[in-house]
């Protein structure tokens, strides 16, 4: 997948919004959760959350609108394994029933 591009419409001209990359996702995370609302419609809950018995933990917990959970998971690289982190945030929320 190419890079996502953002870009500030007025009028009929639109106009790209230059990227920036972070440093660390820890940055990037902060950023998200402060703004989550606003950015993704979704109620923060909770920052690192931790898993229970399945010693993982959540990079971020939220709500959407229906109340149902929303994961957020944060990678600086893209050959980062994301998927095999999902189906433990799963389980957590399903056995803590959020």
């Known amino acids: 997948m190419s890079d996502l591009k ?3 419409v007025r009028g009929r001209q639109a106009t790209e919004i230059p990227g920036a990359s972070v440093g660390v996702e820890r940055d990037l995370q902060t950023l998200i ?3 989550m609302e606003a ?3 979704i109620r923060f809950l909770a920052t690192e959350y931790r898993t229970g018995r399945h010693r993982g933990r ?3 917990l939220g709500l959407d609108e229906s109340g149902t959970p929303v994961i957020v998971e944060y990678k600086r690289s893209r050959d980062q394994n994301v998927f095999s982190e999902l189906p433990v945030g799963l389980a957590a929320c399903e056995e803590k029933r959020l």
Do not use: D, K
């Open 33 to 35: 959760e402060v703004n």
């Open 6 to 8: 953002v870009f500030r």
């Open 39 to 41: 950015m993704l419609g």
């Open 58 to 60: 959540i990079g971020s």
